[in-house]
């Protein structure tokens, strides 16, 4: 399973984005698609989970972001609103398949103060 982030970028405090994600390969039953994200020096962390019809998300953007799935596509998607510059971090796209977890190679989020 290979999957191809996009929409990452610079963007101004308070402003927008779109994440989206698509797998492609040998897709058969993904379970589970979601976005971490790792800042410089900082450990590598959990954003937003879909999975089982159920989301979860970290605390920190509880409220400002979203994530959804088109299921029929293989794709996520991670809309960020009122980023901040805590936000500025390299995000990654998972999914989960057969018990295994597949990375992207991450997309570049910056957030100008």
């Known amino acids: 399973v290979q999957l191809q982030a996009s929409g990452g970028g610079l963007v101004q405090a308070g402003g927008s984005l779109r994440l989206s994600c698509v797998a492609s390969?040998?897709?058969?039953?993904?379970?589970?698609m979601g976005w971490y994200r790792q800042a410089p020096g900082k450990q590598r962390e959990s954003v937003a989970i879909s999975t089982g019809g159920t989301t979860n998300y970290a605390d920190s953007v509880k409220g400002r972001f979203t994530i959804s799935r088109d299921i029929a596509k293989n794709t996520v998607y991670l809309q960020m609103n009122s980023l901040s510059p805590e936000d500025a971090a390299v995000y990654y796209c998972v999914c989960s398949q057969r018990g295994l977890m597949y990375w992207g190679e991450g997309t570049q989020v910056t957030v100008s103060s």
């Open positions: 390969g040998r897709i058969s039953s993904i379970n589970l």
